[in-house]
């Protein structure tokens, strides 16, 4: 047992390392006020705006255009453009850390306007390998909405043999829904076909903790078997994907609302 639980780990380190990971000091971004938005807002843009500096300084190509790439752990509002984004797009890295957030209002005298600079440091992870196009899975039968407690039923269907792992995330919770402790085995094989619950005795029931929340099912697949031993929230989650090379998983995001 001491032995397998090495060589997990072991295998583990070996991803983590198998990519690079970059400090960048002094990211930069700076975002214009106006009418329509408030100082926090300008000052979260201005932030955004320092993020993108820090993955075009580290030489992430896909930097441009979309803030959806960065790992936003100030507002959990944007879990689904995030896990989308890691889904869709064959990303060459991405930021893991962000730290010293300096913001400060400042004025464009040629164009006559104030502006918030934004100054980060962050830890950015840069990619080795690409996503592989024939490692893909398929999830069938989840819906737009559900009421309150209501029993929420799946279907995943392989085209590779791979491991699965589930998250459950919105604003008021995060939690790995399967394996659990009712369900253990998460290995697929190919074409198999599988309806979660996997236990019959069990359901996902579904709580109502905000009116209008928007929750989100992960989907994490991966060539091989990666515990995740972090705790159950967005940062640690977000942080045990984006250790992972996209050549060895493929993630997907089903958004949904549970209403009254």
């Not at 807002?41 to 992430?60: C, F, S, V």
């Not at 006559?112 to 600079?117: A, G, H, K, P, R």
């Not at 009712?182 to 697929?188: C, F, H, M, R």
Request: hydrophobic share 40%; net charge neutral; proline share 2%.
């Amino acid at each position: 047992m001491k032995y397998s639980v090495f060589i997990i780990l072991f295998f583990v380190c070996q991803l983590a390392f198998a990519q690079k990971t970059l400090f960048i000091k002094d990211a930069v971004g700076k975002a214009y006020t106006s009418d329509d938005k408030t100082a926090n807002q300008t000052k979260d843009n201005a932030i955004e705006e320092a993020k993108k500096d820090a993955l075009k300084k580290a030489g992430i190509a896909e930097y441009i255009g979309s803030s959806n790439v960065l790992l936003t752990t100030e507002n959990n509002k944007k879990i689904s453009q995030v896990f989308n984004s890691i889904a869709s797009v064959e990303l060459s890295g991405a930021i893991t850390n962000i730290q010293n957030i300096r913001t400060q209002k400042k004025h464009d005298e040629s164009a006559q306007q104030d502006y918030y600079e934004a100054l980060i440091d962050a830890d950015v992870i840069k990619y080795e390998k690409k996503s592989d196009p024939a490692f893909v899975f398929d999830i069938k039968g989840i819906r737009e909405s559900y009421k309150a407690n209501e029993a929420l039923t799946f279907e995943t269907i392989a085209y590779a043999n791979g491991f699965l792992r589930i998250f459950l995330l919105s604003d008021s919770q995060c939690l790995q829904l399967f394996p659990n402790q009712y369900e253990k085995a998460n290995n697929i094989k190919e074409s198999e076909h599988i309806h979660f619950p996997v236990n019959k005795g069990i359901a996902y029931s579904l709580d109502l903790k905000k009116e209008n929340e928007l929750d989100n099912l992960i989907f994490v697949f991966t060539k091989n078997n990666i515990p995740f031993t972090g705790k159950e929230n967005m940062n640690d989650i977000l942080h045990w994907i984006y250790s992972i090379s996209p050549d060895e998983r493929r993630v997907k995001n089903f958004s949904f609302v549970v209403i009254n």
